[in-house]
């Protein structure tokens, strides 16, 4: 069974940074894709990160230039960095994990909010 915990939201200023952990317990981690989703209020989620077994990364161009994702095999973790923050990236930040085609672990979520 699959689990994920976030860690290492929190309020920061425009222009700042925050750097989020996903905790992967499991077996077989380096097997799962691993992405970052966020869900601002009132809007439909998106996916902002996205990196694959093989370690290829994917970012939607909102994000991009600013947002890397990364992973660490050995301690089955998924890591968001983001810099040069904006008031439009506020919402909840969600980990999720998939082996094929859907995202179907999830984690419970880390608020994330950028005062301009």
């Known amino acids: 069974q699959v689990q994920l915990l976030e860690s290492g939201g929190g309020s920061v200023q425009a222009g700042g940074s925050l750097r989020l952990s996903c905790q992967f317990s499991?077996?077989?981690?380096?097997?799962?894709?691993m992405g970052w989703f966020r869900q601002a209020q009132g809007k439909k989620r998106e996916r902002v990160a996205e990196?694959?077994?093989?370690?290829?990364?994917n970012y939607p161009d909102s994000v991009k230039g600013r947002f890397t994702i990364s992973r660490d095999n050995a301690n089955k973790a998924t890591y968001l960095q983001m810099n040069s923050l904006k008031p439009e990236d506020t919402a909840v930040y969600y980990c999720?994990?998939?082996?094929?085609?859907?995202?179907?672990?999830w984690g419970q979520g880390t608020l994330v909010t950028v005062s301009s």
């Open positions: 999720a994990a998939r082996r094929e085609y859907d995202f179907n672990y």
């Open positions: 499991g077996r077989t981690f380096p097997s799962y894709a």
């Open positions: 990196i694959n077994s093989g370690g290829s990364t």
